[in-house]
């Protein structure tokens, strides 16, 4: 052993602790409405019905027969979070989209959006856990910058869940809920270590997965369930299930986040949660005692979008100036899989 070369004992050198922050936010919407008015022409229900279960007035619907694609929104979103960060897309060492209904199987959406973006060869792949998506994704991001390999990522949550609908009687329990979106945040490191994630969890349990599937295989159905052709491609859920499990683990969920980062509900300026049912929203918010303008809710305008609807609830509070550097906020979803995540951030 030379003297330049280091005793095998010798603690190696270890690399500045890297901070990362949200440099940058975008949404897009089709311009397509879907009211409550029009799925009452539709199917067998009524506008008071929907609102009163699920708080949904209306959602938008990529219109197909205009050629409108997911991948033009998750292109868009991008565009408007680059701009907001004032960052070349150039600059992107990575591209993540978060979906569950890509426009094919092959190639990436994300790889699809950085090139359109002009990001180069950038590294490109997409994430799927259904509504939970995005919060995964911001973890994942997240560790890749921290970790030192990367310096910006760009996260995409988007998600157009109407190609997956039956709009007839037969499919009203799901058609009344889903609307499509995309919307994008820019993840940049910082030397500043304080900011990033204090806390996070990400969960799943796949006994659960006949709750919430997209058969199109006679074998995709669930046990006891008679395999019906004219279900293959559409979102089969069971409601009452759903709605028990996100009851459930919703609270639980922001109770073990608060409690790994040693901090209390009234610690947290802004609570930004997947969009499934205004009931959910309320009930978590009365069991922490959370004030109504720390817990965004947007579910009547939009529907729940999936993938989309944690960054989308991001996007407005950013652009109202309700979330800004400074502030914790704490990201929750809960989605097919079954999974469930958080991430809790100091801006």
């Known amino acids: 052993m030379t003297d330049t070369q280091p005793s095998r004992h ?25 009211t409550n008015a029009d799925l009452e022409k539709m199917m ?44 070349d897309p150039s600059e992107l060492d990575l591209v993540i989209v978060a979906t569950m209904t890509p426009e094919m199987p092959c190639p990436a959406t994300a790889c699809t959006v950085a090139h359109r973006v002009g990001a180069g060869t950038a590294g490109g792949f997409d994430l799927n856990a259904a509504c939970s998506g995005f919060v995964f994704g911001l973890n994942t991001a997240h560790e890749l910058i921290r970790g030192g390999g990367y310096r910006s990522i760009a996260l995409v949550g ?58 199109q295989q006679p074998f995709h159905f669930p ?58 929203l309320t009930a978590a918010r009365d069991r922490f005692g959370i004030p109504e303008d720390r817990l965004y809710v947007n579910i009547d305008r939009f529907g729940n979008t999936v993938g989309a609807s944690v960054p989308l609830c991001l996007d407005e509070l950013v652009r109202q100036g309700k979330v800004r550097e400074g ?16 991430s809790l951030w100091q801006l």
């Not at 690399?15 to 940058?24: F, M, S, T, Y």
């Not at 007035?57 to 997911?70: A, I, Q, S, V, Y």
């Not at 073990?256 to 930004?272: P, R, Y």
Request: hydrophobic letters at 40%.
């Open 327 to 342: 502030h914790r906020v704490m990201f929750v979803a809960f989605g097919g899989g079954l999974t469930w995540g958080s």
């Open 223 to 280: 046990e006891g369930i008679a395999c019906d052709p004219q279900k293959y491609d559409k979102v089969q859920m069971n409601g009452a299930a759903v709605f028990k499990f996100a009851v459930g683990t919703f609270s639980d969920l922001i109770q073990q986040t608060l409690d790994k980062a040693g901090l209390a509900a009234s610690e947290i300026d802004m609570f930004v949660c997947h969009q499934s049912n205004s009931r959910i």
């Open 158 to 215: 988007a998600d157009a869940l109407s190609r997956h609908m039956d709009y007839s009687n037969a499919g009203r329990g799901t058609a009344i809920i889903f609307g499509d979106a995309a919307a994008a945040a820019i993840l940049r490191a910082t030397d500043d270590p304080s900011k990033g994630i204090l806390a996070h969890a990400m969960h799943s349990n796949g006994a659960g997965w006949k709750d919430i599937y997209v058969p």
């Open 44 to 87: 067998e229900t009524t506008d008071e019905w929907i609102v009163q279960r699920t708080g949904i007035r209306e959602r938008r619907r990529l219109n197909r027969d205009r050629g409108e694609t997911l991948d033009d929104l998750c292109v868009e979103s991008l565009r408007r979070a680059l701009a907001a960060a004032r960052m």
């Open 10 to 34: 010798t603690p190696l050198p270890q690399p500045a602790r890297l901070g990362v922050r949200i440099a940058g936010t975008g949404s897009c919407l089709p311009d397509g409405k879907l």
